[in-house]
C-alpha cells in the first residue's frame, strides 16, 4: 500500500524551531519528486514547498524562504521540512504528497501533522 | 504567481443533481491542473489531474474539462459521500497555488 506518514508536529513558541518528517512507504520513493503543502485552522491549501527525487532542486513559497528548508533520504525513504524562524501565521496542517515523476501534480497524501506557534 | 479564483465559493445542492465548479487561472496554464476533494479533518484527495485525467479509484461520476485559463470539474450525480470542499491547483509554473476552495452543502 502506498502510503505517506508525517510526524515532528506540535507546540512551539514564536522564533522557535521545528522538524516535520514525512515516511514514506509502497513505492519507489527515489522517483518522485515531493512537496509541502500546508492549511492553516479555517482555510485553504497553500503550498509550501517541492523537492526533486535526487534532492539537487528546491522550490518554496515565497512566505518561508529563508526560513524552511526542505530535503530528503532516499536511502530511508524519508522527507523533512525544517521549520526555523515560525511565527504565529505557520501555524497549521502540514501534509506531504507525493508529487509525481516531473513535480507536477500531487497524487498521494499524507493524514497531516499540526503545527502551533503560540507564547 | 498564477492566481487561482474557483466559483461558487460554496453551493447547496441535493443527492442526485449534477454539479458544476468553476476554476480561472490568470495566465494561461495549458492543462496543468488538478483537483481535490477535501472532507473535514481528512487529507486531501486528489481527483482528477492534467485537467481531465481521472486518479485510479475515482468514480466516473467526477469529470474534469477545459484548457488554458477556464476549467471545470463536473459531478455528474452528486452522492451522500461527495459533499466536502473541492480545491484546483496548477502546476504550471511555480509557486503552486490553489484555489480558494469551493464547499458543497446539502440542500
Known amino acids: 500500500e502506498v502510503q505517506l506518514v508525517e510526524s515532528g508536529g506540535g507546540l512551539v513558541q514564536p522564533g522557535g524551531s521545528l522538524r516535520l518528517s514525512c515516511a514514506a512507504s509502497?513505492?519507489?520513493?527515489?522517483?518522485?519528486?515531493m512537496s509541502w503543502v500546508r492549511q492553516a485552522p479555517g482555510k485553504g491549501l497553500e503550498w509550501v514547498a517541492n523537492i526533486k527525487q535526487d534532492g539537487s532542486g528546491e522550490y518554496y513559497v515565497d512566505s518561508v524562504k529563508g526560513r524552511f528548508t526542505i530535503s530528503r533520504d532516499n536511502a530511508d525513504n524519508s522527507l523533512y521540512l525544517q521549520m526555523n524562524s515560525l511565527r504565529a501565521e505557520d501555524t497549521a496542517v502540514y501534509y506531504c504528497?507525493?508529487?509525481?515523476?516531473?513535480?507536477?501534480?500531487?497524487?498521494?497524501w499524507g493524514q497531516g501533522t499540526t503545527v502551533t506557534v503560540s507564547s | 504567481d498564477i492566481q487561482m479564483t474557483q466559483s461558487p465559493s460554496s453551493l447547496s445542492a441535493s443527492v442526485g443533481d449534477r454539479v458544476t465548479i468553476t476554476c480561472r487561472a490568470s495566465q494561461d496554464i495549458n492543462n496543468y491542473l488538478s483537483w481535490f476533494q477535501q472532507k473535514p479533518g481528512k487529507a486531501p484527495k486528489s481527483l482528477i489531474y492534467?485537467?481531465?485525467n481521472l486518479q485510479s479509484g475515482v468514480p466516473s461520476r467526477f469529470s474534469g474539462s477545459g484548457s488554458g485559463t477556464d476549467f471545470t470539474l463536473t459531478i455528474s450525480s452528486l452522492q451522500p459521500e461527495d459533499f466536502a470542499t473541492y480545491y484546483c491547483?496548477?502546476?504550471?509554473?511555480?509557486?503552486?497555488?490553489f484555489g480558494q476552495g469551493t464547499k458543497v452543502e446539502i440542500k
Open positions: 491547483q496548477q502546476y504550471k509554473s511555480y509557486p503552486r497555488t
Open positions: 492534467l485537467a481531465s
Open positions: 509502497g513505492f519507489a520513493f527515489s522517483s518522485f519528486w
Open positions: 504528497a507525493r508529487a509525481g515523476r516531473s513535480g507536477g501534480s500531487m497524487d498521494v
